[in-house]
């Protein structure tokens, strides 16, 4: 039996093979060329910060959060009106200097960017703003906090730090409640950041009753103080506040202590670095410095320890937020299905985005709305922050921490609630209908 079994089964194969012999060969396929690399389309994003000169580390650190996030979303993949997409970062270097910034805003102009994340200085960014507006291509700084910025006018103009006119009355309000100063001396940098901080933080020393002793002057490439700080430290200040960049900023206060001078020293974001006791050496110890917006440490798990993997450092100061700034130009476009700036500059205006650095969403001006304000000290080498303020109201780190985990955690779990909602309904609904079709099965066959 097994054998008759064997041999028509051996009959069979080889008729099979017989007629596979007789007929058409048949040519292998070729494989068609992919079509996904044929549609897939570029975006180019611009990043513009200065990447030479004194402040050179702050610049890379901005392009560094720009290109993190620019990589992420490219290692995730976007697709955009059925198309995929390939971002691509075209970094520009604008050396901190208004005239060199209007010459790569427009060189960012010609190379066709759907948008760009920049600049880092107030001074760079106010005049390069007035080429994107007239070219109607939305930029977003990471840094620049001049007012100004906003108060142009322009639609496409946007910010995700707070502005100098929260900035200063918080660094000004922190130094007249914790230092207690009688007489306070003012220097800036001659900058739009620098002079525009300075007059903020003026404001609101004066209000307090304190005393400001006549402004002084330097420039962003001042190095050698101490002619000014020989005419100021006759007049004995209690506390000194400078408007510039930590480039400047350190060496002012090493060369006041070298002269004797006492003063608790307090800047703005600028020099609000781990660089300045670099440059200041042991007189950086105990200054006070301010951030519009949260400290690097309180940026998102998954922001510090993408940019730790990526470059093996950790971020120095606004890193999260032109990381956030990236994002939020991919994410408008995602939500337009366009990367045309007519198209998805509407979605950015009305954007509701959780990124690095907390909740963003822009007021009518393009301002970040409830921006936090966060103060800090140099402590043994290290600049730590010790309060950050929100709403008005003074937190230490650790109360805004806790407030921005429980914020989370009520999310999560209205966003389960949901779910459960959502499925206790689709249970619901499936069972009536289950019902509902046991009754017309009972109508139709009468039982």
């Known amino acids: 039996m097994h054998q008759v ?11 099979a093979v017989a007629l596979i012999g007789c007929g058409k060969k048949e040519e292998p396929k070729k494989e068609a060329a992919a079509p996904a690399a044929a549609q897939e389309a570029v975006i180019k994003i611009g990043h513009v910060g200065p990447l030479t000169g004194g402040i050179a580390h702050l610049g890379k650190d901005n392009e560094n959060g720009a290109k993190l996030a620019i990589d992420e979303a490219n290692a995730a993949g976007v697709t955009i009106d059925g198309k995929k997409v390939k971002f691509e970062m075209v970094a520009e270097d604008d050396q901190a200097d208004p005239k060199v910034g209007t010459t790569v805003a427009q060189k960012l102009v010609d190379a ?3 948008g760009v994340v920049g600049h880092l200085n107030s001074g760079t960014t106010i005049p390069a703003s007035a080429i994107y507006n007239q070219a109607g291509i939305p930029m977003i700084s990471g840094s620049a ?10 639609q ?36 739009a950041y620098g002079e525009g901080l300075a007059n903020e933080v003026e404001k609101a020393l004066k209000a307090s009753g304190v005393t400001v002793l006549p402004r002084e002057k330097g420039t962003d490439k001042t190095t050698d103080w101490k002619a000014v700080l020989t005419k100021i430290k006759g007049k004995k200040p209690d506390a000194v506040f400078y408007g510039g ?17 006492k003063a608790v020293f307090s800047y703005g974001d600028g020099a609000c670095t ?14 006070i410095c301010s951030q519009a917006g949260i400290p690097v440490q309180a940026a998102s798990k998954k922001f510090l320890d993408g940019y730790k993997a990526k470059f093996t450092i950790d971020p120095i100061l606004y890193a ?4 956030d700034a990236a994002n939020l130009l991919i994410e408008a476009m995602k939500k337009a299905n366009s990367a045309d700036p007519a198209k998805y500059l509407p979605e950015l205006k009305k954007i509701s985005f959780t990124g690095a650095s907390g909740k963003i969403e822009f007021d009518e001006k393009g301002d970040r709305k409830d921006a936090e304000m966060t103060i800090f000290t140099m402590k043994a080498g290290k600049i730590e922050p010790i309060a950050i303020i929100k709403g008005g109201k003074s937190n230490t780190v650790d109360e805004y921490m806790k407030s921005m985990a429980d914020a989370a955690g009520a999310v999560a779990g209205a966003a389960a609630d949901a779910v459960k909602g959502a499925a206790g309904a689709a249970t619901d609904a499936a069972k009536a209908a289950g019902d509902a079709v046991k009754d017309a099965a009972k109508a139709a066959t009468g039982k």
């Not at 730090?161 to 001396?185: F, H, I, M, S, T």
């Open 274 to 287: 781990d660089k300045m006791k670099e440059l200041a050496g042991d007189a950086a110890e105990g200054l």
């Open 112 to 114: 066709k960017v759907a």
């Open 320 to 323: 999260p937020f032109t990381y």
């Open 245 to 261: 960049m930590d480039a400047t900023g350190g060496p002012l206060l090493k060369q006041a202590r070298e002269l004797g001078i």
């Open 156 to 191: 496409v103009a946007f910010r995700v730090v707070g502005r100098d006119d929260q900035q200063g009355p918080a660094v000004a309000n922190y130094l007249a409640a914790n230092v207690k100063p009688k007489v306070v001396a003012v220097i800036d940098d001659a900058t």
């Open 145 to 154: 906090t001049n007012p100004k910025l906003t108060e142009q006018g322009f």
């Open 5 to 15: 079994a064997l041999k028509g089964l051996t009959l069979s194969v080889i008729a």
